[in-house]
Nanobody, 118 residues
Framework: QVQVVESGGGLVQAGGSLTLSCRASGIDFRYITVTWFRQAPGNQREMVATINTEGGTNYADSVTGRFTISGDNRKNMRDLQMNSLKPEDSAVYYC????????????WGQGTQVTVSS
């Protein structure tokens, strides 16, 4: 069974930085795409950043240039480095793990809260 766990959320002042980590067990990170989503109260869940099996990345326009997604296959982990944080970045951040080769996996973590104070 695949389990996904996020960590690293917290409270930070505007302009500060946080690093979120996504760890997954029961899956081989060489074959997965990892996507960070976020959801603020009253808003729909939105894609923040994604990294595919080849290391290709894609970002939401609102975070381009400020956030970086990266990973370590040996540690089954993907990080989201968030710099120059803004109050509008405040949300619950979720990690989604998808595998489409050899088997189908679509798993979510419980989420981690990020709060940016002005």
């Amino acid at each position: 069974q695949v389990q996904v766990v996020e960590s690293g959320g917290g409270l930070v002042q505007a302009g500060g930085s946080l690093t979120l980590s996504c760890r997954a067990s029961g899956i081989d990170f060489r074959y997965i795409t990892v996507t960070w989503f976020r959801q603020a109260p009253g808003n729909q869940r939105e894609m923040v950043a994604t990294i595919n099996t080849e290391g290709g990345t894609n970002y939401a326009d609102s975070v381009t240039g400020r956030f970086t997604i990266s990973g370590d296959n040996r540690k089954n982990m993907r990080d989201l480095q968030m710099n120059s944080l803004k109050p509008e970045d405040s949300a619950v951040y979720y990690c989604n793990v998808q595998q489409l080769v050899f088997r189908y996996v679509d798993a979510w973590g419980q989420g981690t809260q990020v709060t940016v104070s002005s």
